[in-house]
């Protein structure tokens, strides 16, 4: 009998397949799925988590996160005597508050001389470092942490870094390059607001400034009217997209890694577009960028080709408008699926309460709604008076969206962080547990069954470290940008480690490098530990099997600890186990 460990394999385009019928007469039990958009019942209460530590003002302003599934919100705390800090909160993946973490689940962080600290962007390293964006006194703000909530004295000056521009600037968006590298996104202000403009700095993995980035870290880039940067992200080649606004108008620049502007992007390295402002963006795997904000009151998504046209596949034009309450509705986030499904989310004025309410809605490839999702392709929540900051969508689909939420009445008044989670696609099961004897041609390597292992260590030596291999033939698809999902106990201390997915063929030959992730070492502060591992590019098998390896980073033995809780999932394969 299989222990009730749940796969939340998250994919609808799929085939029919026998594996299911398999995993149900193995079951102890058959769990129903909830809606796809509607509120996670798992997460917090009803879905919902209203947070106020310090019994002040606070907001949340972006999430992120973790390989375990732990959630990482930043945000703001507003203190008496006006002062602003930022503050990194964690949750577990059930919405309450990790209190491994900082003091009792929090971190708040202020820069020297400073009276206002703004936390605007978050992203987590695969050493599972904490990266923290946003302005201090007029500057460029970045902060690192390490995993427990402590500041990363190897970064900057005891974990922080400020940088100049002009009279004014900050931080919005922060995005982590493939070489450990961070861009920071922001906008330049000379004088009162007079004159905007894009602004980005680089920075080496010990806070430093990247010189190499057009010559002192930093790239200050105009358009023909003031402008503003809300958006960034790093391409599969390395080119950096920002992305912003100006007055009715999205305004998109891309970057060659040097700092330069990339000729072959929109104008000279430039793209607008009027009608829109942009306030986020999602690149694809296929290279097309969405990008995600307001159409004059309307909800606004448009869709770029690699080129910076935009895409005539896409809505109309490439351009898709939702006008939800008639008055004012904004997208703040926007976020891909791995079926390729686009997720935004924002805030509508819904009247006659005149009040913001939540928005998530979901778009086919095409931008049309989706009506397998919430109501007609949107779920609007309503928790008080409410605003949307900032999402992002798990591995397994589900849908995070953060912001504030203002309760008043005749007696009080009490803004909060409020964090929400939507449920995704219904599960399709992929699962095989590291178990069983040796498969021929595959020398030292052990299975995956769907037999349960027992608990035991086994020691993974040298550069190939230990293979495993799915005990089933199939035949089907790995969908680029999903992850395979590996989840193992983790008892005191967690050894470093290199975990890597790959296909095989029937014998266990190796087809295709699917994708690898780095365990670095640490206490273990929960029972269960979980990698997820991306996959960077389409894999198709034919009579095939998944194989995992578990080795050292460098050198020597690694203990790989397996349990009854040890499970194998893909995300997104669309096929035949």
């Known amino acids: 009998m299989i222990q009730t460990i749940r796969s939340r394999v998250r994919s609808r385009v799929l085939l029919p397949v026998t594996l299911l019928t398999l995993i149900l007469a193995s079951l102890s039990h ?11 019942a798992t997460f917090g209460v009803g879905g919902k988590v209203t947070l106020n530590l310090s019994n002040t003002v606070e907001t949340a302003t972006a999430v992120a996160v973790q390989s375990d599934g732990k959630i990482v919100v930043a945000g703001d705390v507003f203190l008496p005597g006006g002062l602003t800090r930022m503050s990194v909160t964690r949750l577990l993946p059930n919405g309450a508050v990790d209190t491994t973490f900082g003091v009792s689940g929090r971190v708040m962080t202020a820069f020297p001389g ?76 000379v004088g009162a607001q ?63 890694d040097d700092g330069s502007l990339d000729p072959t992007f929109g104008s000279n ?46 809505g109309v034009g490439g ?11 904004n997208f703040v986030g926007v976020g891909l699926q791995a079926d390729g499904k686009i997720v935004a989310v924002g805030d509508t ?51 995070i969206v953060v912001g504030g939420a203002l309760f008043f009445s005749p007696f009080e008044q ?43 260590t086994v020691i993974a030596s040298g550069l190939k470290g230990q293979s495993w291999l799915s005990d089933a033939v199939m035949t089907g698809t790995f969908v680029a940008g999903s992850t395979i999902q590996l989840q193992l106990p983790c008892v005191g201390f967690r050894s470093s480690k290199r975990i890597r997915f790959a296909t095989t063929d029937e014998n266990g030959a190796t087809l295709q490098l699917l994708g690898e992730a780095l365990q670095f070492p640490q206490l273990c502060t929960t029972p269960l530990d979980r990698v997820d591992v991306k996959i960077n590019a389409p894999a198709t098998v034919t009579n095939g099997r998944l194989k995992l390896t578990i080795g050292p980073m460098i050198a020597g033995s690694v203990p790989v600890l397996l349990g009854s809780n040890t499970f194998v999932r893909a995300t997104a394969f669309v096929g035949v186990p």
Do not use: C, W
């Open 194 to 256: 007079v004159s905007r403009d894009f602004a980005l700095a680089r920075y080496n993995p010990d806070g430093s400034l990247d010189l190499s980035f057009d010559g002192d870290g930093r790239v200050i880039t105009t358009f023909n009217q003031s402008s503003a940067l809300r958006a960034v992200a790093v391409q599969s080649d390395g080119k950096i997209v920002a992305m912003g606004e100006g007055h009715v108008v999205l305004f998109m620049a891309r970057f060659s």
């Open 114 to 189: 400073s009276q206002s600290d703004e936390a605007a962007a978050v992203a987590i390293q695969q050493d599972n470092k904490i990266v923290l964006a946003g302005r201090s006194n007029g500057r460029f703000a970045v902060v690192r942490y390490h995993s427990n909530g402590s500041l990363d004295a190897s970064f900057g000056s005891g974990g922080l870094v400020t940088t100049f521009f002009a009279d004014t600037s900050g931080a919005t968006a922060v995005a982590l390059q493939h070489d450990g590298k961070i861009i920071a996104g922001g906008t330049k202000v």
């Open 319 to 329: 351009i898709v408008t939702t006008d939800i309450s008639g008055t004012f509705d």
């Open 414 to 456: 009490r803004f909060t962080m409020a964090v929400l989670r939507y449920e995704g696609p219904p599960s399709h099961e992929l699962r095989f547990f590291p178990h069983g004897t040796d498969i021929p041609g595959t020398a030292g390597a052990l299975t995956m069954s769907r037999t349960a292992p027992s608990a035991q």
């Open 30 to 40: 058959v769990v129903m799925e909830a809606a796809d958009g509607a509120l996670d």
């Open 269 to 314: 390295g430039r793209v607008t577009t009027t009608g829109l402002v942009g306030h986020a963006l999602a690149i694809q795997p296929d290279g097309r960028i969405v990008a995600a904000g307001g159409a004059l009151g309307d909800f606004g998504l448009a869709r770029y080709d690699a080129d910076g046209t935009l895409d005539p596949t896409f």
């Open 349 to 399: 004025v819904i009247n006659p309460r005149g009040v913001k309410d939540f928005v998530v809605a979901r778009y086919d490839v095409n931008g049309a709604l989706d009506p397998s999702f919430g109501t007609g392709g949107r779920t609007i929540t309503h928790i008080a008076v409410d605003e949307a900051r900032g999402m992002t969508v798990q591995s397994d689909g589900r849908v």
